[in-house]
């Protein structure tokens, strides 16, 4: 059913892949309640939405698009949605805001339906593309950096060097040491059993433990957010939430097809600068998206942190399939999975390692060409400066088509292109985001 054969993989190979990436994003299933609940939504509530949204639109992944890739609602959405949707001064309560997420999904849908995201990821140029993977690697770098501390804030530069004796950047340098030791001795699932070594040590040191026991009763305390699609649809009208819908699906789109164009280049799933199976990946996060916001989360999106178990060795929708499951059984285990994802140290060195191995992609920018090479330079530069992808893509889709035109070779570009050129423009200069 995955082609397993096809792919040059094995049944072991996939499930450790698997486990890896699951193990890399897990944390959304604590950090995306935490920001929500600012919003005033309940806390259980989120916790059981963002499950049930990721195990659908992941399962979508594995079942129907045959690709490694994980769904989950996005970071930065999330942020979106609390503090500058509901927390904005515009007196939007959440059940309004979430009939907004659930609109701008059906749309998702309808435009995953068409070949309008299909041909956009086809009319996205080569070196854009290479730069959106380099991006991101470098992106998931300064997350497992930052997340451990080992980068903090500096009241002056921005960012500096935190304290290297703080138990949490100890760890994360021990479990940096010992996952790239079992990587170089090409230790076949090296990522996941560097996360369980540094756990095991973390256990050991009193960094983790299971105060809150292991398991817990799911519950959604205030049931669906979204009964009836009609009265959704009257919400957004009713409150003119156009730009709140339109940023969702403009961040969503970029969000997702950019990774998923960085993880497939990672695994060498493309075809001749295509992606095979490419309408049924974009359904996932759309469907995600909408049935997550009946439920009560933001958007859902790929996630980067798929590249984790790309890098482990993961190749098809078996990867994926392993992730959903593991979710779903998550459910039933909130306060170990609370424990684990709590403690950054134990992921981030996935994060750092597969962020330098996504950068390989700045290999094949055509550096020597300006107009072709400065565009990708934003887009790489952007991702982690701004931490967004979306941002990271809309530098350089403006960038692209202006010193096309200016060096007389606007014939060369896609006409998508150009549409997006302007639509990011007027995202970045007059909308929130």
Same mark, same amino acid.
């Given at each position: 059913?995955?082609?397993?054969?096809?792919?040059?993989?094995?049944?072991?190979?996939?499930?450790?892949?698997?486990?890896?990436?699951?193990?890399?994003?897990?944390?959304?299933? #604590?950090?995306?309640?935490?920001?929500?609940?600012?919003?005033?939504?309940?806390?259980?509530?989120?916790?059981?939405?963002?499950?049930?949204?990721?195990?659908?639109?992941?399962?979508?992944?594995?079942?129907?698009?045959?690709?490694?890739?994980?769904?989950?609602?996005?970071?930065?959405?999330?942020?979106?949605?609390?503090?500058? #949707?509901?927390?904005?001064?515009?007196?939007?309560?959440?059940?309004?805001?979430?009939?907004?997420?659930?609109?701008?999904?059906?749309?998702?849908?309808?435009?995953?339906?068409?070949?309008?995201?299909?041909?956009?990821?086809?009319?996205?140029?080569?070196?854009?593309?290479?730069?959106?993977?380099?991006?991101?690697?470098?992106?998931?770098?300064?997350?497992?950096?930052?997340?451990?501390?080992?980068?903090?804030?500096?009241?002056?530069?921005?960012?500096?060097?935190?304290?290297?004796?703080?138990?949490?950047?100890?760890?994360?340098?021990?479990?940096?040491?010992?996952?790239?030791?079992?990587?170089?001795?090409?230790?076949?699932?090296?990522?996941?059993?560097?996360?369980?070594?540094?756990?095991?040590?973390?256990?050991?040191?009193?960094?983790?433990?299971?105060?809150?026991?292991?398991?817990?009763?799911?519950?959604?305390?205030?049931?669906?957010?979204?009964?009836?699609?009609?009265?959704?649809?009257?919400?957004?009208?009713?409150?003119?939430?156009?730009?709140?819908?339109?940023?969702?699906?403009?961040?969503?789109?970029?969000?997702?097809?950019?990774?998923?164009?960085?993880?497939?280049?990672?695994?060498?799933?493309?075809?001749?600068?295509?992606?095979?199976?490419?309408?049924?990946?974009?359904?996932?996060?759309?469907?995600?998206?909408?049935?997550?916001?009946?439920?009560?989360?933001?958007?859902?999106?790929?996630?980067?942190?798929?590249?984790?178990?790309?890098?482990?060795?993961?190749?098809?929708?078996?990867?994926?399939?392993?992730?959903?499951?593991?979710?779903?059984?998550?459910?039933?285990?909130?306060?170990?999975?609370?424990?684990?994802?709590?403690?950054?140290?134990?992921?981030?060195?996935?994060?750092?390692?597969?962020?330098?191995?996504?950068?390989?992609?700045?290999?094949?920018?055509?550096?020597?060409?300006?107009?072709?090479?400065?565009?990708?330079?934003?887009?790489?530069?952007?991702?982690?400066?701004?931490?967004?992808?979306?941002?990271?893509?809309?530098?350089?889709?403006?960038?692209?088509?202006?010193?096309?035109?200016?060096?007389?070779?606007?014939?060369?570009?896609?006409?998508?292109?150009?549409?997006?050129?302007?639509?990011?423009?007027?995202?970045?200069?007059?909308?929130?985001?």
């Amino acid at each position: 059913m995955f082609k397993l054969a096809e792919n040059q993989t094995r049944v072991k190979t996939e499930l450790l892949a698997g486990i890896t990436t699951f193990f890399t994003m897990v944390y959304i299933v #604590v950090v995306n309640p935490v920001i929500l609940s600012d919003a005033g939504v309940p806390f259980e509530q989120v916790f059981m939405a963002t499950i049930i949204a990721t195990v659908l639109g992941t399962l979508w992944m594995a079942l129907f698009a045959n690709y490694p890739i994980a769904i989950a609602p996005g970071m930065g959405l999330n942020a979106y949605f609390a503090y500058s #949707v509901v927390g904005g001064g515009q007196n939007i309560s959440y059940e309004t805001a979430f009939a907004a997420v659930f609109v701008a999904g059906i749309l998702f849908v309808i435009l995953s339906l068409t070949p309008f995201r299909e041909k956009l990821i086809d009319a996205i140029p080569d070196n854009l593309k290479h730069g959106i993977t380099a991006g991101i690697g470098l992106f998931i770098a300064f997350i497992g950096l930052r997340l451990t501390k080992i980068i903090t804030a500096h009241p002056t530069n921005l960012v500096g060097l935190g304290d290297l004796h703080a138990p949490s950047a100890v760890l994360t340098l021990i479990g940096l040491a010992v996952t790239l030791i079992l990587m170089v001795l090409r230790v076949n699932g090296a990522l996941f059993f560097g996360m369980i070594i540094t756990g095991v040590i973390a256990y050991f040191t009193g960094q983790l433990s299971f105060k809150e026991g292991w398991v817990a009763i799911p519950s959604l305390p205030e049931g669906l957010m979204i009964t009836n699609p009609i009265t959704a649809f009257g919400d957004v009208i009713q409150h003119s939430l156009y730009a709140v819908v339109f940023s969702f699906i403009l961040v969503t789109i970029f969000d997702t097809t950019g990774t998923m164009i960085g993880v497939a280049n990672q695994a060498g799933l493309m075809k001749n600068g295509k992606m095979p199976r490419v309408r049924q990946a974009l359904l996932s996060d759309s469907i995600g998206t909408a049935v997550g916001a009946m439920f009560g989360t933001s958007p859902t999106t790929a996630y980067i942190e798929s590249s984790s178990g790309v890098a482990a060795g993961g190749r098809t929708g078996l990867t994926s399939l392993t992730i959903a499951v593991l979710f779903l059984l998550s459910a039933f285990f909130g306060p170990l999975v609370s424990a684990v994802s709590g403690l950054s140290a134990i992921t981030a060195p996935a994060l750092i390692i597969v962020g330098s191995l996504m950068m390989g992609s700045i290999a094949k920018i055509r550096w020597n060409d300006l107009d072709e090479a400065f565009p990708a330079f934003m887009t790489i530069l952007a991702m982690p400066l701004t931490s967004s992808i979306a941002t990271g893509i809309a530098i350089g889709f403006i960038s692209y088509p202006l010193l096309k035109i200016f060096k007389g070779k606007w014939r060369e570009v896609h006409p998508l292109v150009y549409v997006f050129a302007v639509l990011f423009f007027i995202q970045l200069a007059f909308l929130p985001h």
